[in-house]
């Protein structure tokens, strides 16, 4: 499992995919607060996070990084958008920062749409990114 200022990281990288559309609307704070809640992140730092974010770190494992961008994917979900391209690519942009393979994120990205609720199975995207990285 990641130590605490990875988990701080996941979590100000959550929140600054959130507020690519300049606010952080209700149903993606409590969104957040579930993931701080299950990082073991308090609600206090939290709070502080969403306005002082801190410095990326990068994930060593790759399944903590495939974890985290299937969190970034529900995040991403959770209200339907005007501007869900705009969610896509920066979803994409994420996703090459975090190590993840360019073709397993596009193929993601491709397979939401055939879900419902754009929400790809957890079990699916291991899959994608499985066979990617064999």
Known sequence: M????EKL???SEMI?????DKDIKEIEYNFLLGVAKQLEISREDFDYL???PI???HLKSHSERIVQFH????LMNIEESENA???AIKLYNF?????LSHESISKVLYLMESFPNKIVPPDVLIDIFKTQYN
Do not use: D, P, Q
Not at 2 to 5: E, G, H, M, S, T
Not at 71 to 74: G, H, I, K, S, T
Not at 95 to 99: A, C, Y
């Open 2 to 5: 990641v130590n605490r200022v």
């Open 9 to 11: 990281s996941l979590l």
């Open 16 to 20: 600054a995919f959130a507020k690519y």
């Open 50 to 52: 969403i306005e002082h």
């Open 55 to 57: 410095t990326y770190t």
């Open 71 to 74: 969190r970034l994917v529900l």
């Open 85 to 87: 391209s705009k969610g």
């Open 95 to 99: 996703g090459l920062r975090m190590g």
